[in-house]
């Protein structure tokens, strides 16, 4: 894959719409196949995972998308454990049934 191929993915799997009415920042930084400095200082990653870049909108909101062989359960077990043990909280969001839904399905967890 050449520079602008993994660009291109990259740019696609950040800017996908997350939300309706989506309030974060326009100013983005975006990284190709890296994660900004003193990143994974603070955030594991999962060994083996091969990081396609970073999206950076502030220095509250980072977006790292990687692929892995792990499954989706290995990684959010792996997420729970790291975090947990690092002072992080899994915080529980409503889960609201009805509207529209995105095409796949979504995995997701917060930590604070």
């Given at each position: 894959?050449?520079?602008?191929?993994?660009?291109?993915?990259?740019?696609?799997?950040?800017?996908?719409?997350?939300?309706p009415?989506?309030?974060?920042?326009?100013?983005?930084?975006?990284?190709?196949?890296?994660?900004?400095?003193?990143?994974?200082?603070?955030?594991?990653?999962?060994?083996?995972?091969?990081?396609?870049?970073?999206?950076?909108?502030?220095?509250?909101?980072?977006?790292?998308?990687?692929?892995?062989?792990?499954?989706?359960?290995?990684?959010?077990?792996?997420?729970?454990?790291?975090?947990?043990?690092?002072?992080?909280?899994?915080?529980?969001?409503?889960?609201?049934?009805?509207?529209?839904?995105?095409?796949?399905?979504?995995?997701h967890?917060?930590?604070?």
């Amino acid at each position: 894959m050449n520079e602008a191929e993994a660009t291109r993915e990259l740019a696609l799997r950040l800017l996908a719409p997350q939300f309706p009415g989506d309030p974060r920042p326009y100013d983005a930084q975006l990284l190709v196949g890296q994660t900004p400095e003193g990143f994974t200082n603070d955030i594991p990653l999962p060994d083996g995972c091969r990081v396609l870049g970073s999206l950076v909108r502030s220095q509250w909101s980072v977006e790292v998308p990687f692929d892995t062989d792990q499954s989706p359960e290995q990684i959010r077990g792996f997420y729970e454990t790291q975090l947990t043990a690092s002072g992080w909280r899994k915080v529980e969001l409503f889960q609201g049934i009805g509207g529209f839904t995105m095409g796949t399905e979504l995995q997701h967890a917060v930590f604070c």
